[in-house]
Structures are given as structure tokens and as C-alpha cells.
Nanobody, 118 residues
Framework: VQLVESGGGLVQPGESLRLSCAAS????????MRWYRQAPGKERELVAT????????HYADSVNHRFTIGRDNAKNTVYLQMDILKPEDTAVYYC????????????WGKGTLVTVSS
């Protein structure tokens, strides 16, 4: 199982970024996918969740109505569209697959850094 995030970078407040997480090594379309983030000095927090077929999504209150999670099961990729970015969105963003039931553990990517600063 491999998850590789991309798309992070430095942006100014109010701008947008789109993160991608390319998955391999497992039947992607069968699994719930999640985005987490970890800001400096803080615990990792759940940002967004999407169901296996992409029909349902849930968001943390802090990003609701600004972030959109999506997936393309044909490309084995999950996305996080981040709009109206704020300095407090600065963090390393990770994707995770809910694979514990079948694989004995959940798998994480190595993360991509998003910095929001003027």
C-alpha cells in the first residue's frame, strides 16, 4: 500500500490550493479515504472524509464550506480542494486509507506542506 501526497506550497491568505493523494497497492474504490493535517506544535486533526464511492463527505467545522474533498476511482486519487485559505490552515497535510479491517492497520502518506502567509 502506498499513498503519495502532492500539491502543497506557499500561498497568500484568501488563495486556493488543490492537494492530491495518489494511491496504489490496494483496491482503492473499496475504501474510505481521509485527509488530516498537523500544524506545528499541535496534534494531528481530521480535516475531511469521503466514502468509497464518493457519495458522502464530511468536514471539520474549521474547514467546512472552504474545503472540498473528492476522489477519482478510475485514477486511484483523492483530492482536497482548499479555498479561502487562512494562516491557521498552515500544516502538513496527510491522506489516510481506512484499511485496518482488511490489512490490520491504516496506511498514511508522508504528507505535503501547506503554508499560508502574506
Amino acid at each position: 500500500v502506498q499513498l503519495v501526497e502532492s500539491g502543497g506550497g506557499l500561498v497568500q491568505p484568501g488563495e486556493s490550493l488543490r492537494l492530491s493523494c495518489a494511491a496504489s497497492g490496494f483496491p482503492f474504490s473499496r475504501y474510505v479515504m481521509r485527509w488530516y493535517r498537523q500544524a506545528p506544535g499541535k496534534e494531528r486533526e481530521l480535516v475531511a472524509t469521503i466514502s468509497s464511492l464518493g457519495r458522502n463527505a464530511h468536514y471539520a467545522d474549521s474547514v467546512n464550506h472552504r474545503f472540498t474533498i473528492g476522489r477519482d476511482n478510475a485514477k486511484n486519487t483523492v483530492y482536497l480542494q482548499m479555498d479561502i485559505l487562512k494562516p491557521e490552515d498552515t500544516a502538513v497535510y496527510y491522506c489516510k486509507v481506512d484499511s485496518r479491517a482488511d490489512y490490520g492497520m491504516d496506511y498514511w502518506g508522508k504528507g505535503t506542506l501547506v503554508t499560508v502567509s502574506s
